[in-house]
């Protein structure tokens, strides 16, 4: 059974940093993409970065390029999203997602399985 755990939100005043690390088992970890989403209230999920399996192959969201970088450590079968120069409206819980192909896509529906996500909230 493949799980996901996200872990490392909270809160941070705008221009602050927050790192978040998401754990996965159940799969071979080398082999998956992976994918950080967002979700504010009231708005609909939004893609924020995808790593392929290799690595070689990395997406931002417009909305984060430049302040957010997304990392992958295999032996740790851990996915990490460095976020810097926070804003309020970064202000979401972020998901985790995978996919077991390998292939890093921007669109959630290629993902098949999420964590339960980890609130970020950026305060002005």
């Known amino acids: 059974q493949v799980q996901l755990v996200e872990s490392g939100g909270g809160w941070v005043q705008a221009g602050g940093s927050l790192r978040l690390s998401c754990v996965a088992s159940?799969?071979?970890?080398?082999?998956?993409?992976l994918g950080w989403f967002r979700q504010a209230p009231g708005k609909e999920q939004e893609f924020v970065a995808a790593?392929?399996?290799?690595?070689?192959?990395?997406y931002y969201s417009d909305s984060v390029k430049g302040r957010f970088t997304i990392s992958r450590d295999n032996a740790k079968n851990t996915i990490s999203l460095q976020m810097n120069r926070l804003k309020p409206e970064d202000t979401a819980v972020y998901y985790c997602?995978?996919?077991?192909?390998?292939?890093?896509?921007?669109?959630?529906?290629?993902?098949?399985?999420w964590g339960h996500g980890t609130q970020v909230t950026v305060s002005s």
């Open positions: 997602a995978t996919r077991i192909d390998g292939v890093a896509y921007s669109s959630a529906d290629m993902y098949e399985y």
């Open positions: 159940g799969l071979t970890f080398k082999d998956a993409a």
């Open positions: 790593i392929s399996w290799s690595g070689t192959v990395i």
